[in-house]
């Protein structure tokens, strides 16, 4: 319970936990930052670390010059996609033998056969789109793993996505982070950014099947 608190703690208020770190170990929040990310990334059991609030906050930070602007961008880039390549081996690996299983109570072959050929034509735009989601940034990866996407296809869009969410966040923090306005109100920025994407998603599953639950009548 300890560390959840702690963690929730982390999240609400990262930019104090990071500030701190800076002035107690200097250049090793380089290596803490992109360990964070690449976990985000790269665990599917992993998705409930402060991915676009920390990147604000460096992007801030980087702006009072605390920090290296290009070696972040550069780091954290790399952690992103090499993450998201990691979460999708690991549900590629899974993937073959989720193909040999049988239709049951708790798996339904037609309805994963139709995820394999919806990432195969819109997956993309789900990898990219869910660099901004958090929770579906750490799952899209590895459902298109499962669903067997190709690597070619996954690369370029896990490559286009990790430098927009990193490059487009960080430099966001970089250009208005130190606004005064900005800081008096960070703590719900954090908030809107962790609920506001959970809130669309949840509108759109909700339309959705709607939508098909229309289709059936």
């Not at 906050?57 to 920090?67: K, L």
């Not at 798996?107 to 901004?132: C, L, M, S």
Request: with cysteine.
């Amino acid at each position: 319970m300890d560390f959840i608190a702690y963690l929730f703690d982390f999240v609400i208020h990262v930019d104090k936990h990071l500030f701190d770190f800076v002035q107690a170990y200097g250049v090793w929040v380089y290596a803490l930052l992109f360990v964070i990310i690449f976990i985000e990334t790269g665990l599917v059991v992993m998705p409930f670390l402060p991915g676009d609030s920390l990147l604000f906050v460096v992007g801030a930070m980087c702006g009072a010059g605390m920090m290296n602007l290009p070696l972040v961008l550069a780091l954290l880039t790399a952690a992103a996609i090499l993450g998201n390549q990691s979460n999708y081996a690991i549900g590629r690996y899974f993937g073959p033998r989720v193909f040999q299983w049988e239709d049951s109570r708790f798996f339904n072959k037609r309805a994963f056969d139709q995820a394999h050929a919806f990432y195969e034509k819109y997956g993309g735009a789900t990898i990219v789109a869910a660099r901004f989601m958090p929770f579906l940034r750490t799952f899209a990866p590895f459902v298109a793993g499962v669903a067997q996407m190709t690597r070619r296809k996954f690369t370029f869009y896990d490559v286009t996505g990790g430098v927009l969410w990193i490059g487009g966040v960080t430099l966001a923090g970089y250009l208005f982070g130190n606004l005064p306005w900005v800081k008096d109100n960070l703590e719900k920025i954090i908030w809107t950014a962790i609920l506001l994407p959970g809130i669309v998603v949840l509108f759109g599953a909700w339309r959705a099947r709607r939508t098909a639950a229309a289709a059936q009548r």
